[in-house]
Nanobody, 125 residues
Framework: QVRLVESGGGLVQPGGSLRLTCEVS????????IGWFRQAPGKEREGVLC????????YCSSSMEDRFTASRDNARNSVYLQMNNLKPEDTAVYYCAARPAKGGWFTREDEYVDWGQGTQVTVSS
């Protein structure tokens, strides 16, 4: 079991950028796939936006239109979500989640075991 803490959210204008950080503690992060999810107001949580696997390979949903990228720094026990060209519809609470694995990509919410508390991202002029 790991503990995850998200940070970096805030208010940004349309077209702007944010980088979210997920700090992982409790276990060696190198053995965990870390995924990013979001939940917009009044909506269900979406499937994975982007993820970082144990071999540092990354995957992002095509719905992110190449605006989002994930990366990890095992030495810092952190995974990042870089978000560019943000749109008002990106407004949501963003969560990171962890799944112990020996590699692979996991895109469903129910495949993840541990979750952070979330960080609010608001895109508005």
């Amino acid at each position: 079991q790991v503990r995850l803490v998200e940070s970096g959210g805030g208010l940004v204008q349309p077209g702007g950028s944010l980088r979210l950080t997920c700090e992982v503690s409790g276990e060696n992060m190198a053995y965990y796939v870390i995924g990013w999810f979001r939940q917009a107001p009044g909506k269900e949580r979406e499937g994975v936006l982007c993820l970082s696997s144990t071999d540092s390979s990354t995957y992002c949903s095509s719905s992110m239109e190449d605006r989002f990228t994930a990366s990890r720094d095992n030495a810092r026990n952190s995974v990042y979500l870089q978000m560019n060209n943000l749109k008002p519809e990106d407004t949501a609470v963003y969560y990171c989640a962890a799944r112990p694995a020996k590699g692979g990509w996991f895109t469903r919410e129910d495949e993840y075991v541990d979750w952070g508390q979330g960080t609010q991202v608001t895109v508005s002029s």
